[in-house]
Every structure is written in C-alpha cells, then in structure tokens.
C-alpha cells in the first residue's frame, strides 16, 4: 500500500471538492463552503455551543467564534444566553438563515451529484463511504489532529 499517494489523492480531493462547493455556492448564495457547514450543522443542532462546532469541524474554538461573529453580523444566527452557562451562548439560525441554509442544501447535494455521481458508480462511492467513515471515526477515537485551541 502506498500510503503517500493515498494521502495525497485524499488532500486532493478535499480541496478540489471544497473549492467547487465554494465556488458555486459564492456564485448562488453569497457564502463559502464553511459557512454553508456552520448554517447545516445549526440547522440539525439548534442551541449548540461554540465549542460543539469546533469539534465537529475540528478547527479552534477561536477560529469557530469568528466564524459565528460573521454569521451573526449578516442576520443569519443569533446568540442566545445559555440558561446552564452564563459564559457561553446558545446558537439558532434566524428565519433568514433558516431559508440560505435549505437554499444552498440543494446546491450543495445538486454540486456533489454531479461531482461525485459522474466519475464513480453508486457501489464506489458506497465502498468511498463506508472507509472513509471507519477513518474518521478511527481518528475521532483516538482524538487525532484535534486543534489544541
């Protein structure tokens, strides 16, 4: 097995994947990638933390509050105070964010289909699936790459 290449064509792909998603979504909705992440993952998750973010996505708590700070200033979250916590809010999509959130869903699963669903058959991408999430939660286990701030 060849580990590097395998790295490398993984590495690859993410940005490739990531800059088409961006592309597209910049031209559509206005947004990038990982704001379209944050809108779904609140979405799914309402009244999370922004500590709950960054670990999903695995990036520091720093970087996550930023990104909300510029979610929040466009009207499509808002900060509630957290009954449990008085040092940390609770995060809710606004009706506005609610409606971008559905709208670049779409996008983002039409962008992907076309992406994905040209160059690989259903069993590869199922097979894709199925290790790659064996390798993310591998690594999630064993708390791998995890920002230290």
Not at 12 to 27: G, I, V
Not at 48 to 77: H, P, Y
Not at 86 to 92: A, E, F, K, P
Request: with cysteine; aromatic share 6%; glycine share 8%.
């Amino acid at each position: 097995m060849e580990y590097k290449s395998l790295f490398a064509d993984l590495v690859r792909c993410e940005t490739r994947l990531y800059n088409a998603l961006n592309d597209r979504l910049r031209e559509r909705h206005g947004i990038v990638t990982s704001q379209y992440e944050f809108l779904r993952y609140l979405r799914e998750h309402p009244g999370a933390r922004v500590a709950e973010l960054a670990a999903e996505f695995v990036i520091g708590i720093g970087a996550t509050s930023k990104g909300m700070d510029r979610l929040e200033q466009r009207g499509w979250i808002a900060r509630q105070p957290n009954p449990a916590d008085r040092r940390s809010s609770l995060l809710v999509l606004t009706d506005e964010g609610a409606q971008l959130a559905e709208a670049a869903e779409r996008t983002v699963t039409e962008r992907l289909s076309e992406l994905l669903g040209g160059p690989l058959t259903e069993a590869q991408l199922s097979a894709a699936a199925r290790a790659l999430s064996l390798l993310r939660a591998a690594l999630e286990r064993d708390r791998i790459g995890t920002p230290t701030g």
